[in-house]
């Protein structure tokens, strides 16, 4: 699907902001790549203080061109980027993950804009199911993440269980500070055009 079928209008939600999603070459723009990088460093930065060792990054700019490539990130704009979401779709199941706004832009519908999107792709694509991780810590409540997995109740998804961090992400185990595991959440999506 071609990257401007994926472009969400934004009706009333985050005025001025486009969304859509990055087509495979804009991997190649090496100042775009660490834009998105340096938002989503940033945010998980505060989002997940005290989660991980000194110095661990959320992700890297290779990490982040390897995804526009694999044409799986969708990004909100104005002006320059201002959030984003990764998404992937595996047959009947999606998910997504590195959902990121620029804290200037919050509680404006930016957040939402990208989860819808990320959906309204998957959907295309034929998927049945959306789901996504939260990373938790185990051993203490989490305020943010907390309202993070309310925030996700209000769009339609539901807790699914826990996931045990080691068993689906080993490498990132010994990046953290305190013990983690990952809260699951999922949505079923209505077929297109229903």
Same mark, same amino acid.
């Given at each position: 699907?071609?990257?401007?079928?994926?472009?969400?209008?934004?009706?009333?939600?985050?005025?001025?902001?486009?969304?859509?999603?990055?087509?495979? @070459?804009?991997?190649?723009?090496?100042?775009?790549?660490?834009?998105?990088?340096?938002?989503?460093?940033?945010?998980?930065?505060?989002?997940?203080?005290?989660?991980?060792?000194?110095?661990?990054?959320?992700?890297?700019?290779?990490?982040?061109?390897?995804?526009? %490539?694999?044409?799986?990130?969708?990004?909100?704009?104005?002006?320059?980027?201002?959030?984003?979401?990764?998404?992937?779709? @595996?047959?009947?199941?999606?998910?997504?993950?590195?959902?990121?706004?620029?804290?200037?832009?919050?509680?404006?519908?930016?957040?939402?804009?990208?989860?819808?999107?990320?959906?309204?792709?998957? %959907?295309?694509?034929?998927?049945?199911?959306?789901?996504?991780?939260?990373?938790?810590?185990?051993?203490?409540?989490?305020?943010?993440?907390?309202?993070?997995?309310?925030?996700?109740?209000?769009?339609?998804?539901?807790?699914?269980? @826990?996931?045990?961090?080691?068993?689906?992400?080993?490498?990132?185990?010994?990046?953290?500070?305190?013990?983690?595991?990952?809260?699951?959440? %999922?949505?079923?999506?209505?077929?297109?055009?229903?």
């Amino acid at each position: 699907m071609a990257p401007e079928d994926w472009s969400v209008p934004g009706g009333d939600e985050a005025p001025g902001v486009t969304v859509r999603r990055l087509p495979a @070459d804009a991997a190649r723009d090496p100042e775009l790549v660490e834009q998105i990088s340096a938002l989503a460093n940033e945010v998980y930065a505060v989002a997940e203080a005290g989660f991980w060792q000194p110095g661990a990054a959320r992700t890297t700019p290779e990490e982040i061109a390897a995804a526009i %490539r694999a044409v799986q990130l969708i990004v909100a704009m104005a002006g320059t980027v201002v959030g984003v979401i990764r998404t992937q779709v @595996d047959g009947p199941d999606a998910s997504f993950g590195m959902l990121a706004v620029d804290p200037a832009h919050r509680d404006r519908g930016v957040g939402r804009r990208l989860v819808r999107a990320a959906e309204d792709g998957a %959907r295309r694509a034929g998927a049945e199911q959306m789901h996504l991780e939260v990373l938790t810590p185990t051993a203490r409540e989490s305020g943010g993440k907390a309202e993070l997995g309310r925030w996700y109740e209000r769009l339609g998804y539901r807790y699914a269980g @826990d996931l045990a961090l080691h068993e689906r992400y080993p490498d990132l185990v010994p990046e953290l500070a305190v013990p983690c595991h990952l809260r699951l959440y %999922r949505r079923p999506l209505a077929p297109s055009g229903a």
